[in-house]
């Protein structure tokens, strides 16, 4: 372990931080959370494509937040958590504004928290999944996209890592772990938006 320390003041101090923002988003959720940008097809292209977008904006998010040691535990590393992207904590349970993503992509991390159709979850074990091993999130990092409502607001499911490579592969079962070879396992990379509609349009890929 890293040695660091925990307060129990901060501790709960921490857990009162999130669930608020959590009861924040939820409220968010109520409302409506589409934010498609011109130019998107309705329906599940349209998720598909802010999907991606939401995933070079994690991208990038992750890249600052490892510039610098925002809960001061003297370690720099990405975040394992999609909400500290928005809202870090330090080792004294308090919170630090990051802001490096919208704060209703920060907490869309369950089906009913979804933006544009599609939630996100940080991986925190990659390998096979017999077998897995623990992502290192002081070296590595990957998240994955999934439909809230699997073929209905989208029909595929995204996978980003460190290196920005994005991956794709018709809906399934997926297994939430980071695989070694995801091209191995039916994963496709997609270098741009140009390359997911080109797989988007492709026989092999889902339909409407």
């Not at 924040?24 to 409506?32: D, F, I, K, P, R």
């Not at 809202?87 to 990051?98: L, N």
């Not at 297994?175 to 191995?184: A, F, G, N």
């Amino acid at each position: 372990m890293s040695g660091r320390e925990y307060t129990v003041s901060g501790v709960i101090l921490t857990v009162f931080v999130t669930a608020g923002l959590i009861l924040a988003c939820v409220g968010l959720a109520a409302t409506g959370r589409r934010v498609h940008i011109a130019g998107d097809p309705p329906g599940p292209a349209g998720n598909e494509r802010a999907a991606y977008r939401n995933l070079s904006a994690i991208a990038d998010a992750q890249e600052r937040y490892i510039a610098g040691d925002w809960d001061d535990d003297g370690i720099r590393s990405y975040s394992p958590f999609l909400a500290h992207l928005w809202q870090a904590v330090d080792v004294e349970g308090r919170p630090v504004k990051t802001r490096f993503i919208s704060r209703r992509l920060a907490f869309a991390t369950h089906p009913a928290l979804a933006v544009d159709g599609y939630y996100y979850r940080l991986l925190q074990l990659k390998g096979r999944p017999d077998r897995p091993g623990v992502m290192d999130y002081q070296k590595e990092w990957a998240v994955m996209a999934l439909p809230a409502a699997p073929l209905k607001t989208g029909r595929i499911t995204f996978l980003c890592n460190s290196d920005r490579e994005i991956f794709v592969r018709p809906v399934s079962a997926d297994s939430i772990h980071y695989p070694l070879h995801p091209e191995e396992e039916g994963w496709s990379i997609v270098g741009d938006s140009e390359s997911l509609d080109s797989f988007l349009a492709d026989p092999a890929a889902p339909g409407p």
